[in-house]
Every structure is written in structure tokens, then in C-alpha cells.
């Protein structure tokens, strides 16, 4: 990679610039994020099980333990992109680091004294999950500062594939290391993880600006209020949340009807059920591996649209699945949705990073996610009410034209008439 610099003399020379993976500072918080996923997908298993089989839990106490542990995002997103605007980005992900190895640290510390219980479980999830409100806010804030413009799509690809690959392996390891050395033990390893992705922060060497002060009378419900105004006031971005909000009602029905449907309707064995979720995942890594190039030959915008409207119309033949080996057509349908939306989430949230300016980052990145995360628990109600009115089958169908469809917000819109991303001018 190349860009224009001006020497001694004025004249215009081109410059060599190395690429992701030998620039330092990315690595870093690459290699952190990693770790960080890996070992909160763990957790996502381990946590669940700690209050099964230590606590005995009910069904009704485990469903309200997984709702605390994403609650945050509806309640704590608005006020933590404005709070995130007004601090360095890279501190706050050290901070959020070090709460989350103290939080996640207490459950196998009470545990080895046998003074835990369900309330400390369900004020860890929710601790836990109002640190991760703030370190995801800050890291997709704090990329643009650490990286060209023209790196955001390939940067958010590899960041992407690590999302999926957490996703992937993560819930293995952690049903291992529950076999291995018990739910609580297990939790050990999310609390390390937490440790080295916070080493890797501090090792960046890359000095963050410090956002401009704002007036001292300034309250905070203004400051949300101008992102969401940004947000909603901007006639692609408007199209995008409202894309990936409808996107993400649909997937929650998907993902309420989907074990469903294996186990009852095609009658899959628990064990192959997994191997299936499994496989489909690796559409979501061929995406993340992909987009990038895709992106150079379709055009950084103008992928948004095409990554759902063409892309994504293969996922509808996972509903057409029978017993037996037509089986094999649920993974591959949901492959396919998963490459889509990978490559969709990328390019997007690129063209997010590359318009908003930087004082806006974090409440832009906010309001976009508590938009498009506030529908995928309505989508998974209106799926299991639909799935009973009408058949799981039937409501997979329309499930999966749904996610489709959501592509035609973005289609209708200025992005339509566009190949790239526009690049900001250099002030």
C-alpha cells in the first residue's frame, strides 16, 4: 500500500505504507479483541451451567440470568457513547478490561467458598455485561484514530472473522473446560482472557488525541441527543440502522425457531444439532475473510446492498430442509446468511467509521447499537408466537425473506447511486 507525501521541496512522492499485519499498534488491539471474544464465548457456556449445576437453577432463573448479561445494551447504550466521546477511548478499554477480571474473577472465588448465589450470578452478568457496553462503544470509536480510512473494510474484516471464530470454537472450548475443571473453573479462563487483552491495550504505542472538552453546562441527555440526531438525520445512515435493525428482528426469529426446528421437525440427534451450528458459522469466517476483496471489486458502498439483496437470497433453502440428508440444506442455507451478513456488517460499519466525525464516534456507534441490538429479543418472541400460530416451518420461511427483504432500506437510498465509500477530505 501506497500514499502521497510531499517532500523538501514540494514535490508529491509516493510512500510505502505496511499493511495491517505488520503495523504494531493494530496487532495489538487485534490480538486483545481476540482473546477477549474467545473467552467471553466461554463464558456464554460456562456462566449458564455455573447456576445449573452448582446452584441448581430453575429454567425461569437461567433465562433471566441470559437476559441480564445483554440487558445493558438497551439500558446503558445511549449514555455510554456520550460518555466515551468525552475520554481517550483506549483508556476506557483498559478500564472496562480490568472491572471484567475482577467482575468474572468473583464467581470461582465464591465458588471455592461456597458463598455464591444466584443474585451475585446475576449481578456479575449484569456488571459484566455494562463493561462490554463500553468497550465495544470505544473500540469501534477508537479504530478510526489508529488506522487510515482507506484500512477500515480490511481492519473490520479480520476483526469480523475473530468474531466468528469465537463463535465457532468458543462454545467448545468452553463445554471442555466445564468437563475438564468444572463451570466455575471455567470462568478462570474469561478472566484471563480479560488480563491479556488489557496487557495488549497498554502496549499500543500510538498516542490518542484527547477529545475537545465540552461546555461545562452541557448535560448528558443533549449529548445523546445529538447522536441520535446525527444518526437518524443522515439519509444513509438513517437507511443502514433501519436496514440492520429489521435485519436483526428477522435473525432473532431465525435463531428462536432454528433449534426448533432441527430437533422437532427433522429430527436431529442433540450432538449433530451442534455440529450444525458449528458448520454454519463458517460462513461468517469465509465473510470476514472475503469482504475486503469483494469490496475492491464490487465497490465499498455499493457491497452494502448487494451483500444482503444477492448474496443472502440462498439462505431461504435452509426452511426447505427434510429429515435425512436433506438436512445438510439447513447449514448451508444458514452459510450463506451468515456470509452475507458478515460481509454486510463490515462494509457497514466501515461507511459508519469513514462519515461520522470524530467527536460524534462514540454516540454514533451508540445509538446504532441500541437501535439494531433493542430488536433481536422482539424478533425472538414474535418467532416463537409465530412459529406456534402457524408452524415452525412456515415461520422459518418468513424469517428468512425478512432478513432479505431488510436489504431493499438500503437499496432506496442515496447508496444506490454510489461504488465507494467517499473518503474525507484531509483537513
Given at each position: 500500500m501506497?500514499?502521497?507525501?510531499?517532500?523538501?521541496?514540494?514535490?508529491?512522492?509516493?510512500?510505502?505504507?505496511?499493511?495491517?499485519?505488520?503495523?504494531?499498534?493494530?496487532?495489538?488491539?487485534?490480538?486483545?479483541?481476540?482473546?477477549s471474544?474467545?473467552?467471553?464465548?466461554?463464558?456464554?457456556?460456562?456462566?449458564?451451567?455455573?447456576?445449573?449445576?452448582?446452584?441448581?437453577a430453575?429454567?425461569?432463573?437461567?433465562?433471566?440470568?441470559?437476559?441480564?448479561?445483554?440487558?445493558?445494551?438497551?439500558?446503558?447504550?445511549?449514555?455510554?457513547?456520550?460518555?466515551?466521546?468525552?475520554?481517550?477511548?483506549?483508556?476506557l478499554?483498559?478500564?472496562?478490561?480490568?472491572?471484567?477480571?475482577?467482575?468474572?474473577?468473583?464467581?470461582?472465588?465464591?465458588?471455592?467458598?461456597?458463598?455464591?448465589?444466584?443474585?451475585?450470578?446475576?449481578?456479575?452478568?449484569?456488571?459484566?455485561?455494562?463493561?462490554t457496553?463500553?468497550?465495544?462503544?470505544?473500540?469501534q470509536?477508537?479504530?478510526?484514530?489508529?488506522?487510515?480510512?482507506?484500512?477500515?473494510?480490511?481492519?473490520?474484516g479480520?476483526?469480523?472473522?475473530?468474531?466468528?471464530?469465537?463463535?465457532?470454537?468458543?462454545?467448545?472450548?468452553?463445554?471442555?473446560?466445564?468437563?475438564?475443571?468444572?463451570?466455575?473453573?471455567?470462568?478462570?479462563?474469561?478472566?484471563?482472557?480479560?488480563?491479556?487483552?488489557?496487557?495488549?491495550?497498554?502496549?499500543?504505542?500510538?498516542r490518542?488525541?484527547?477529545?475537545?472538552?465540552?461546555?461545562?453546562?452541557?448535560?448528558?441527555?443533549?449529548?445523546i441527543?445529538?447522536?441520535?440526531?446525527?444518526?437518524?438525520?443522515?439519509?444513509?445512515?438513517?437507511?443502514?440502522?433501519?436496514?440492520?435493525?429489521?435485519?436483526?428482528?428477522?435473525?432473532?426469529?431465525?435463531?428462536?425457531?432454528?433449534m426448533v426446528?432441527?430437533?422437532?421437525?427433522?429430527?436431529?440427534?442433540?450432538?449433530?444439532?451442534?455440529?450444525?451450528?458449528?458448520?454454519?458459522?463458517?460462513?461468517?469466517?469465509?465473510?470476514?475473510?472475503?469482504?475486503?476483496?469483494?469490496?475492491?471489486?464490487?465497490?465499498?458502498?455499493?457491497?452494502?446492498?448487494?451483500?444482503?439483496?444477492?448474496?443472502?437470497?440462498?439462505?431461504?433453502?435452509?426452511a426447505?430442509?427434510?429429515?435425512g440428508?436433506?438436512?445438510?440444506?439447513?447449514?448451508?442455507?444458514?452459510?450463506c446468511?451468515?456470509?452475507?451478513?458478515?460481509?454486510?456488517?463490515?462494509?457497514?460499519?466501515?461507511y459508519?467509521?469513514?462519515?461520522?466525525?470524530?467527536?460524534?464516534?462514540?454516540?454514533?456507534?451508540?445509538?446504532?447499537?441500541?437501535?439494531?441490538?433493542?430488536?433481536?429479543?422482539?424478533?425472538?418472541?414474535?418467532?416463537?408466537?409465530?412459529?406456534?400460530?402457524i408452524?415452525v416451518?412456515?415461520?422459518?420461511?418468513?424469517?428468512?425473506?425478512?432478513?432479505?427483504?431488510?436489504?431493499?432500506?438500503?437499496?432506496?437510498?442515496?447508496?444506490?447511486?454510489?461504488?465507494?465509500?467517499?473518503?474525507?477530505?484531509?483537513?
Amino acid at each position: 500500500m501506497t500514499e502521497v507525501a510531499n517532500d523538501s521541496q514540494g514535490v508529491e512522492t509516493e510512500v510505502e505504507r505496511p499493511s495491517l499485519w505488520r503495523q504494531r499498534d493494530f496487532m495489538l488491539l487485534w490480538s486483545g479483541l481476540t482473546l477477549s471474544e474467545v473467552g467471553s464465548a466461554v463464558t456464554r457456556v460456562a456462566l449458564p451451567l455455573v447456576a445449573v449445576v452448582v446452584l441448581d437453577a430453575s429454567t425461569f432463573q437461567v433465562g433471566l440470568l441470559t437476559a441480564a448479561t445483554t440487558a445493558a445494551f438497551a439500558v446503558f447504550a445511549l449514555p455510554a457513547g456520550a460518555i466515551v466521546d468525552r475520554h481517550r477511548k483506549r483508556s476506557l478499554m483498559i478500564v472496562c478490561d480490568l472491572l471484567r477480571l475482577l467482575i468474572l474473577g468473583s464467581v470461582p472465588l465464591a465458588a471455592a467458598f461456597d458463598v455464591l448465589t444466584m443474585g451475585q450470578l446475576y449481578m456479575v452478568a449484569l456488571a459484566a455485561g455494562v463493561c462490554t457496553v463500553f468497550f465495544d462503544v470505544s473500540y469501534q470509536s477508537y479504530l478510526p484514530s489508529l488506522i487510515r480510512t482507506d484500512e477500515l473494510m480490511a481492519a473490520n474484516g479480520k476483526l469480523g472473522t475473530t468474531q466468528s471464530l469465537a463463535q465457532l470454537g468458543g462454545p467448545s472450548l468452553g463445554g471442555g473446560l466445564v468437563a475438564l475443571v468444572g463451570a466455575a473453573m471455567a470462568i478462570v479462563v474469561d478472566a484471563l482472557s480479560y488480563a491479556l487483552s488489557m496487557l495488549a491495550m497498554l502496549g499500543i504505542r500510538r498516542r490518542e488525541e484527547p477529545p475537545p472538552p465540552p461546555p461545562a453546562d452541557e448535560p448528558l441527555s443533549r449529548r445523546i441527543t445529538e447522536g441520535l440526531r446525527f444518526v437518524f438525520g443522515h439519509p444513509i445512515l438513517r437507511r443502514v440502522v433501519i436496514c440492520t435493525g429489521t435485519g436483526n428482528l428477522f435473525g432473532g426469529m431465525t435463531a428462536a425457531l432454528a433449534m426448533v426446528f432441527l430437533v422437532r421437525e427433522l429430527h436431529v440427534g442433540p450432538a449433530l444439532t451442534g455440529l450444525i451450528l458449528a458448520v454454519s458459522a463458517i460462513g461468517g469466517i469465509l465473510g470476514g475473510m472475503f469482504a475486503g476483496r469483494l469490496a475492491e471489486r464490487v465497490g465499498s458502498a455499493r457491497i452494502i446492498w448487494v451483500s444482503l439483496l444477492v448474496f443472502s437470497a440462498p439462505q431461504v433453502i435452509a426452511a426447505a430442509a427434510w429429515e435425512g440428508w436433506g438436512a445438510l440444506l439447513f447449514p448451508l442455507g444458514w452459510a450463506c446468511a451468515g456470509f452475507a451478513y458478515m460481509v454486510y456488517n463490515i462494509a457497514q460499519v466501515t461507511y459508519r467509521q469513514s462519515v461520522t466525525p470524530p467527536e460524534l464516534m462514540g454516540r454514533m456507534n451508540a445509538a446504532v447499537r441500541w437501535v439494531v441490538w433493542g430488536t433481536m429479543p422482539i424478533g425472538s418472541l414474535l418467532g416463537g408466537a409465530l412459529g406456534s400460530l402457524i408452524g415452525v416451518r412456515p415461520a422459518l420461511v418468513v424469517a428468512f425473506a425478512g432478513s432479505w427483504a431488510a436489504g431493499w432500506f438500503v437499496f432506496f437510498s442515496p447508496l444506490r447511486r454510489m461504488r465507494d465509500i467517499p473518503r474525507p477530505e484531509a483537513g
